[in-house]
């Protein structure tokens, strides 16, 4: 909390100006950095600095700053968003890190994620899968009672285990084929072990699989990156699942 | 200026349905003739955006956010109410409207809130339908908690992340639409100002936030559903997108702005800690359960909190409030955390926090369940802190959470502007001067999913709109409104940064017109906050240009409608003389040192009306009447 305690670290910086192929690194120092403040925070204060200079500041996206969005992900000494594992970025805080210590940060790469500028970067693909099924059709007003389907406990908790994504792009940006696996089965996996889910399953599985290859994401190969940085924990047998549904998909639809 | 509610004749508990029995209607073949404007996709906008396109209505959606899903009520942790009664305890309709009224400290209106309270039965259906993983018992029904000092059991909630969970629901619902080919989405965009033709909302313009392009949309009707006005405060528990900008647009164009002062500061957030910090994480209500909140008895007392005997501690709310304790409502818990800490019994280097202790719950009940209730609030406390909750107690200290002000609506949800509809935390309607716990979910989702599709049928059936382009004069004015903003903020290149100014406006916000408020601070912040707006439009410096991505722009220009609308809640606050739900008056408290209403001048919703940049607003009251409930003093005791 005292001023003493304060640390100064040496940034890598991806910095890529709007509508340009290619960036760079760029090393900037901060100092005066509060052990208590986040690495978002850090980030702040860097740019804060440079403005004072005149200098452009280093873009980079964020909104709730507490994990539950999935706004922020930057690479963080190589790794999608943090060192300390299943927290998102803005998670992070600076007693993580040694005083006078450097440090690299990228963006989230994926031939799927267009760079826009700096940090910030396009996970549009992403809106798009979950747009081919990544819901349940009821229309506003045709629902039965709440309590009419009970649904065994151990189903509802491990469905929210699967809803838990954020949408970050994490598994993705860690995953050596830029596969959305992960993300698309979480999605296909909270469905198909509710009640609620299975009239749609068949089409479901269908075509959030085939709107993932559209987007040029690749195949999953059991790496289990993308399960090694979720922020929220999201099990690899999700994509597992994923898979027997597929499958399960294209034979009924011989 | 005239403006009527529009509330519908009949008794109370028959208002709803008989106005949907007499809506005009829109034929099913003409909906995809109408374009309508969704601004948000919170869970206003995104439910209402979805159901308007499961109508059949054209319908263009709008968010500041690269993917609609990350809107900021996708934070919200502890749940959503219903009256379900499914626990037995007593629970109906009634109650629900009645607790909620009452906890708005009777400056709410009677018909909206009791609509919320009917709605708050279709809500659960609707989401349980769409697969949202509620919480459920062995038995395979849903389970519910107990929250924010309510007596029933009526909350539902998805582990620690409802909101996240109401969200994806309303979210995946208009990616359908999207599929459809009903709903276009346009993510990272930014209203910057409201068209008006014929006396009508008709328009929208946008800058759009990568390429910095500004961009013209025509539409029949606007709905503005763009969430509260929390960093106004500058730290608050919102998200750093929250903003202002659009509501405060249409405000300086007609709309009028209603109980601007009504802010609610929530108890148990991490305290502030210096100028690092960009946020002030909630830590969710429900620890008020089983943790005891207290301060020493002694001012100044540097021991660590376990090293403080039990007889020297000071567990103020138990004391005040035998009958609640610590579950007493959010207002009343953060007045009284400010007040010890005015009294130099704050603890913290800071001297601005309070101690939430579950040393005893632990002894009570064992480590398990504690950490089955509250494990993960406690592991997000540990990484923030660094400290360790199962062993020293939690230092908590109140934070800028929700704003019940908002623009006016009527009964329709629709503005003073014709065609202007404003949904969720951006009107003020259901909540009064104070709103419940997991009473903000619910009435997102009411307005989005079933008011709105009423009532914007109504309107569009019954009212004459004849074709429109962008090319008209007022999406001209708006463009060059915009351009020229842009470019003044961008060529000031003065000494400040933006930060530094929204922080100097947020010290003074949460000093005079914060947990409570007195005539001379409110008289003092009138005066400060246009010099301070002038500093900004002298000193500030943006960098960057307008053409691309640039956050700093995109924050500036937020500030300064924050460095407009901080006056105006000011200018509210002092009109207001007396104490009721989150504004509290130092002047106007009962012996005991609680609010202290004043029913006979104040029972009226402020609606201000934009008279001129360099003129004081007018204000207009709409006078609450109260046909069911007998309006009395809130008694926590
Ligand atoms: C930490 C936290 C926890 C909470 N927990 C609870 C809870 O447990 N229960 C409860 O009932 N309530 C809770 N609340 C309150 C509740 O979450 C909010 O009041 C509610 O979600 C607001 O929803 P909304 O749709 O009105 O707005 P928001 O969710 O804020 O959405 C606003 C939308 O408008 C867009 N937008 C804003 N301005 C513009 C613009 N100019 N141009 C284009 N788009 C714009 C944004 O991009 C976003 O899409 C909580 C709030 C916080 C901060």
Known sequence: MTEKNNITVHLNIWRQKYGEKKGRFVKYSVDGISPHSSFLEMLDLLNESLVKKGEEPVEFDSDCREGICGTCGLVINGIAHSPQQAIATCQLHMRKFKDGETITVEPFRAKPFMPIKDLVIDRGALDRIISKGGYISANAGSAQDANAIPIPKEKADLAMDAAACIGCGACVASCPNASASLFTGAKISQYALLPQGHPEAKRRALMMVEQMDKEGFGNCSNHGECEAVCPKNISIGNIARMRREFFKAVLRSR | ?637
Request: glycine residues 10%.
């Open chain 2, 1 to 637: 200026m005239k403006f009527d509610a529009k509330i519908p004749g009949g008794p109370l508990e028959q208002k709803w349905d008989s106005y949907k029995g007499h809506l005009k209607l829109v034929n099913p073949a003409n909906k995809r003739k109408f374009n309508l404007l969704v601004v948000g996709t919170g869970l206003a906008g995104g439910s209402a955006a979805a159901s308007l396109g499961e109508l059949g209505y054209n319908v263009k959606v709008f968010c500041i956010q690269d993917s609609p899903r990350r809107a900021h009520s996708i934070a919200a942790q502890g749940g959503i109410n219903a009256a379900k009664n499914y626990q037995n305890d007593g629970d109906n309709i009634w109650r629900l409207f009645y607790d909620t009224i009452k906890g708005g400290d009777f400056r709410g209106r009677e018909a909206n809130t009791y609509r919320l309270a009917e709605l708050s039965l279709n809500i659960m259906d609707q989401c349980v339908a769409q697969g949202v993983p509620f919480a459920r018992d062995y038995g395979g029904l849903l389970a519910n908690r107990s929250f924010g000092g309510a007596q029933v059991s009526r909350t539902f909630y998805a582990r620690g992340q409802t909101g996240q969970q109401l969200l994806l629901g309303a979210y995946g619902s208009l990616m359908r639409q999207v599929n459809a080919g009903t709903v276009e989405m346009f993510p990272r965009r930014e209203m910057i100002d409201l068209a008006i033709i014929g006396g009508k909302a008709r328009g929208i313009v946008c800058r759009n936030l990568i390429t910095g392009e500004i961009e013209s949309y025509a539409g029949d009707a606007v709905l503005l559903c763009t969430g509260g006005y929390s960093p106004v405060y500058y730290l608050s528990t919102n998200a750093v997108n929250s903003n202002a900008t659009a509501a405060w647009r249409c405000y300086k164009k007609g709309a009028l702005f209603s109980n601007p002062c009504y802010t609610q500061i929530h108890p148990t957030c991490i305290p502030q800690e210096g100028d690092h910090q960009s946020k002030l994480t909630l830590m969710s209500e429900s620890l008020r359960n089983d943790g005891r909140v207290w301060v020493p008895k002694k001012e100044g007392d540097k021991r660590r909190a376990n090293d403080i005997p039990e007889n020297e501690r000071d567990y103020f709310l138990e004391r005040k409030y035998p009958s609640f304790g610590n579950l007493v409502p959010r207002d009343i818990a953060s007045r009284n955390a400010k007040e010890v800490c005015d009294d130099g019994r704050g603890v913290n280097p800071t001297g601005r926090a309070v101690y939430l202790d579950f040393r005893d719950a632990i002894e009570r009940l064992g480590k398990q369940v504690i950490a089955d209730r509250y494990g993960n609030l406690f592991d997000m406390y540990l990484n923030l802190s660094g400290e360790n909750p199962y062993e020293t107690p939690m230092m908590i200290y109140p934070a800028p959470h929700y704003t019940m002000g908002g623009l006016w609506v009527d009964y329709n949800l629709m503005s003073t502007i014709p065609g202007l509809h404003v949904l969720g935390e951006a009107n003020f309607s259901d909540h009064g001067a104070n709103r419940l716990g997991a009473s903000a979910l619910m009435q997102g989702l009411a307005d989005g999913y079933f008011v709105i599709p009423n009532a914007i049928g109504a309107y569009l059936a019954g009212t004459e709109l004849p074709p429109v382009s962008t090319d008209d004069e007022a999406f001209k004015e708006a463009i060059n409104y915009v351009n020229t903003k842009v470019e003044r903020l961008l060529s000031i290149k003065g000494s400040k940064t933006v930060r530094e100014i929204h922080i100097e406006l947020g010290r003074i916000m949460m000093d005079k017109v914060g947990m409570s408020r007195d005539e001379a601070g409110l008289k003092e912040t009138i005066e400060k906050i246009p010099k301070l707006r002038e500093e900004f439009w002298q000193n500030v410096n943006v960098p960057g240009s307008g053409d691309d991505l640039n956050k700093n722009l995109e924050m500036a220009g937020r500030l300064s409608d924050f460095l407009e609308l901080g006056e105006l809640m000011a200018r509210d606050a002092l009109m207001r003389e007396e104490s009721c739900g989150g504004h509290f008056r130092d002047e106007y408290q009962t012996e005991e040192g609680e609010a202290l209403r004043n029913d006979k001048k104040f029972t009226f919703v402020s609606a201000w009306e934009h008279k001129g940049d360099d003129k004081t607003p007018e204000m207009h009251k709409e006078e609450l009447e109260f046909d069911r409930v007998t309006p009395s003093q809130r008694s926590y005791k």
